[in-house]
């Protein structure tokens, strides 16, 4: 690769940067222009506003993304400048001349692109924003894509209060929810097996020989092929603007440099101070993150608890069996010296892996391409791959049902002083 | 509460099903609902979230049930008059309602896009016409460009459409049984009979009613569909019931009862079926029944069939345009996936250059961890809990089973050396738990913390995981191309994975339920002991959404003073 880029360095002339930042658009949603880049560079107040709204633009999807809140984008170039210089503060951004740019979008385009090019960096923004068209049946295997939650306006009566036959109700409905989405989702795969059973045989690639259900509407629609051909299209563009953009980019980053060079330098002994931004109240609420904290330090110390006892309970139960053995013996046959430290490397590894694996999961994760083949033609990672989902699926199934039942048994004793120390009143227990 | 001497009828533990039992029990608060209510759909329906296999043969019973219970019954007001004192508090009433109301939104929307795929997949296994539609029909060209994009909501429109012509057609088949069979012997030349094809293919439903539909009336659909020339989606039932209109000795006993009937069967085919049925449905009633020049166009049997998926999928060719623009996409994609493997160390450099130059203009008093970097570490921790608490829980499992005799040498201490690892782990997540508190300062921010909605948050409050390096899950395509494919052989496989996945998520969203209920009742039960019937329902009510998960209700017995 080394080689590769070394004999195209040689071959940029004068024309290499604007065509940098061409392809580079292309692969951006928000579609600057070379131009805006050029007068950036040398401060001109005409670029201010486009790249403002590219921030915006890009920031704001990020957001959404993370959120995956509902919100309405603010319209007016005032709450625009508001939430991306809330964004950059959030991540750190910490160049005080940015912040002070003034909110009606007149001057500060250097900055802005000094921005522009820390985002770039920060976020690794093109290939963030490569997505594809969705032309395949798909099935999400992540334990992190639950159901949201939304938030209901409430409407309850004037005092506020309810019957608890209404949240009886309430969750009976939410039951018989489930029982229905069940029979939708099991009908669904039926559906969907028919069609790809049917349509085997039109071979698109070696490893695929079936359509799928948008492939299938093609036919069908023969309007929708339209549609599908546009986006397709707009994504190979989008694709080959990344992959020119890829290959070019050095040149874009020995310019910032350059950029870099232009901004004159503060005298580091001044104090600065910090910014306040009333403002980004309106975007975030820091209570909560220390209400999360709270959270995760209850749970900690919870575990830390039992985890105290176990090791308490185990390690004596070891003494005791390593004294009961030890005074017939000199020492212990069964578990030598080497075992105990081979066990403690293995047990080191395994909880080293564990620590790893939290952002990485070892098992299929993610969105997969659902494909159907015939028993008989499976390859056998796929068919191991298949079982193991489903023994996954299984495991943490049951996992669940124990730590429901653990709360529901929790719940029991809490309660049995109800149950059994009314006066007057006999408790019937079901199924006792 | 019920009197000792009638305890014995109600010795059986109570299983309700929802709606009318519970309502009736809770309401007089003096009985108990007795056993007639159950029935065995009812009693199925008892098993709390319910094993994958278990609630199918329910399933679809239960769904109806449940659809019907749900809308019949009129909500219990959720105030009643102040006779019965049953009543929470109300920032206990308010947070339970918030968050079951915020699950069952969560459902229904993805009952929702259930739904709409549903439409989309069962549009594509009823028949269809062929890719090119033949024949010299004056078919204005706006409708064939209206009709050419589908929304899911005319599909879901034309779901209800068939559904509703589906039971029209049951009842008018009693009718007109007779009549086809006596039709049969007439001089309709009846093209090839193709009953499995024509059955088969408009009953993708599980739920078919009529496996023995008689074969006249499938024949005469086929020509029906003959008939119609748009790439449309009549579905065959349409077909059918207005081809039994045809038949002349139908047209008049049948216009009786099909007057006050939304869909008359003498309402001639439409030649142009338009976008929406409900405007079928008025251009078929406004024009009179006419089934004698219709028949005439019957004869010269035009020549397109109705196109099966079934039979003529496998003949199925994608257009030129797509296959090549589709195999450049997936060149490309090969391409990027390529580049993110090999990345340039020159471009690395240059970047890494960049940042720490304008790193060291930052002139800001800032913390040393931003606040997304303290979220991500904050959630990092929170995942890094659940993993822990996992693996403690794996290891101890085999504490209750096997007695600690039993196990090796080896197993003990290796269970021992795990517990103290994870210990070792604990403490050291505390430790930089504290660390990250000390850093993060909010007291800079906190001036006029309002009441701040919710969704204001920089990042989510629910389960999802607010990871910046995650790398964008492409479909199937991207990244880690083969690998991201998921293979499977056979319906049950599918059904059984998509079950799983389903309860585990039902089962998270109960446990999160029941932790709530905890928290908002057992501080109510502590407080104070039940004084009068009203408060002691109430109580029976929490012990039994507590403990059974609303399914069973305990029996409360005043004991009577012997006389």
């Known amino acids: 690769m080394g080689r590769l880029s070394g004999c195209r360095r040689g071959d940029w002339g004068p024309r290499a940067l604007p065509k940098a930042i061409a392809a580079l658009s292309r692969a951006l949603p928000g579609k600057p222009s070379p131009e805006t880049f050029r007068r950036a560079k040398f401060d001109l107040p005409e670029a201010v506003a486009e790249l403002w709204s590219l921030l915006f633009s890009l920031l704001w999807l990020i957001h959404q993304k993370g959120v995956g809140s509902r919100r309405e984008p603010p319209d007016a170039l005032e709450g625009q400048i508001h939430f991306v210089k809330w964004m950059l503060r959030c991540h750190g951004y910490g160049r005080h001349h940015f912040y002070h740019l003034p909110e009606v979008g007149s001057q500060g385009s250097c900055e802005l692109l000094l921005a522009f090019s820390w985002l770039l960096e920060y976020f690794n923004l093109p290939e963030r924003f490569l997505c594809c068209v969705h032309q395949v049946d798909d099935v999400w295997i992540c334990s992190c894509k639950d159901l949201p939650s939304y938030r209901v306006p409430l409407d309850l009566g004037p005092k ?73 299209e707009s994504e190979n563009s989008c694709l080959e603007g990344f992959l020119e953009w890829k290959h070019m980019e050095l040149v874009y980053w020995q310019w910032m440099d350059t950029v870099l060079d232009t901004r004159p330098v503060d005298n580091p002994n001044t104090v600065k101070q910090d910014i306040i931004l009333p403002e980004i109240l309106e975007y975030c609420n820091p209570q909560y993150l220390t209400e999360e904290m709270d959270k995760i330090e209850k749970n900690l110390e919870a575990l830390s608890q039992r985890l105290q006892e176990a090791v308490n309970r185990h390690r004596a139960a070891w003494n005791t069996k390593v004294c009961g053995c030890s005074q017939r013996l000199q020492r212990l046959p069964e578990l030598s010296t080497i075992t105990m430290k081979e066990i403690q490397e293995a047990v080191g590894y395994e909880l080293a892996a564990l620590e790893q694996d939290w952002g990485v999961k070892s098992w299929p994760h993610g969105l997969h391409r659902l494909l159907f083949r015939q028993a008989g033609e499976l390859s056998s990672s796929e068919i191991h791959q298949m079982t193991r989902v489903i023994q996954i699926l299984r495991k943490e199934e049951a996992r669940l049902k124990k730590t429901l039942r653990s709360l529901q048994k929790e719940c029991h004793q809490e309660l049995a002083i109800l149950t059994q120390g009314l006066e007057g009143v006999i408790w019937v227990l079901p199924n006792s | 509460m019920i009197p000792l001497a009638s305890l014995r009828r109600f010795s059986l533990s109570l299983r309700f099903g929802w709606g009318d039992a519970s309502e009736q029990e809770l309401s007089s608060g003096s009985r108990a609902a007795g056993p007639e209510q159950q029935d065995p759909a009812e009693a199925g329906l008892g098993g709390g979230g319910g094993a994958p296999n278990g609630p199918r043969q329910f399933s679809r019973r239960a769904g109806a049930a449940g659809v019907c219970l749900c809308y019949k019954l009129p909500p219990p007001d959720p105030c009643p008059s102040p006779r019965t004192p049953a009543m929470l508090p109300a920032a206990c009433s308010h947070r339970l309602v918030t968050e079951i109301r915020a699950a069952l939104t969560a459902c229904q929307e993805k009952e929702k896009e259930l739904e709409q795929s549903l439409a989309r997949c069962r549009v594509l296994l009823q028949p269809w016409e062929g890719p090119s539609p033949p024949g010299p029909e004056p078919a204005p060209s706006t409708e064939t460009k209206s009709e050419c994009e589908p929304t899911p909501k005319d599909l879901k429109e034309l779901e209800l459409l068939t559904q509703a012509l589906e039971k029209a057609l049951r009842v008018r088949k009693g009718i007109s049984q007779v009549q086809a069979k006596e039709n049969a012997s007439g001089g309709r030349a009846t093209t090839p009979l193709v009953t499995a094809q024509a059955d088969a293919g408009a009953r993708p439903r599980t739920s078919n009613p009529k496996a023995s539909v008689p074969t006249k009336p499938p024949a005469a659909s086929q020509r029906a569909k003959s008939r119609v020339k748009k790439p449309a989606r009549t579905s065959s039932n349409r077909g059918r019931a207005l081809t039994l209109a045809n038949q002349p000795h139908d047209s008049v006993p049948m216009e009786g009862p099909a007057q006050p009937c939304p869909l008359p069967p003498q309402g001639q085919v439409p030649e142009l079926p338009t976008p929406t049925p409900v405007s079928v449905l008025k251009e078929a009633g406004a024009t009179g029944p006419n089934p004698r020049p219709e028949q005439a166009k019957i004869q010269p049997g035009l020549a397109p069939e109705a196109f099966l998926l079934k039979d003529k999928g496998t003949q199925l060719q994608l257009p030129l345009s ?103 782990a604990v403490k050291r997540h505390l430790l930089k738990l504290q660390e990250l508190r000390e850093g993060y300062r909010p007291s800079r921010d906190s001036a006029g913390s309002k009441d701040i909605p919710e969704e204001y948050y920089l990042g989510s409050r629910t389960v999802e995981n607010f990871t910046w390096d995650s790398p964008p899950c492409l479909g199937g395509k991207g990244l880690s191309g083969p690998t991201n494919r998921l293979v499977y052989s056979s319906v049950q496989e599918l059904q059984t994975m998509t079950a799983l996945k389903l309860h585990v998520t039902m089962l998270k969203q109960q446990i999160h339920l029941q932790k709530v209920m905890m928290e908002e009742f057992l501080p109510l039960v502590r407080s104070e002991t039940p004084a009068d019937p009203a408060q002691l329902a109430l109580y029976r009510a929490i012990h039994s959404q507590l403990c059974e998960a609303g399914e069973c209700f305990s029996v409360l017995v005043r004991d009577e003073p012997s006389v």
């Open chain 1, 160 to 232: 506020g209060r309810v019957d608890i036959r209404y949240i009886q109700w309430l969750l009976g409905k939410l039951r018989f929810q489930w029982r229905s989405l069940y029979a939708s989702q099991q009908e669904q795969c039926n559906l969907l097996n028919k069609i790809h059973l049917y349509t085997r045989g039109c071979y698109l690639e070696e490893s695929i020989d079936h359509l799928s259900v948008l492939e299938t509407e093609l036919f069908r629609f023969s309007g929708s092929t339209k549609h599908l051909l546009q986006q397709l």
């Open chain 2, 322 to 424: 797509y296959k090549k623009i589709a195999s450049r996409n997936s060149s490309l994609w090969a391409q990027v996936q390529h580049l993110q493997s090999n990345p340039d160390p020159d471009v690395a450099a240059a970047k890494a250059r960049f940042l720490e130059r304008m790193k060291g203009t930052f002139d800001l008093p800032s913390p040393s961890l931003s606040l997304a970097k303290v979220q991500e570490e904050v959630s990092r921790l929170d995942q890094a809990c659940h993993i822990l608490t996992q693996h403690l829980e794996e290891t101890l499992e085999g504490d209750g089973e096997l007695s600690a005799a039993s196990l090796s040498w080896e197993q003990e201490y290796r269970r021992l050396v795990t517990l103290e690892g994870l210990q070792a």
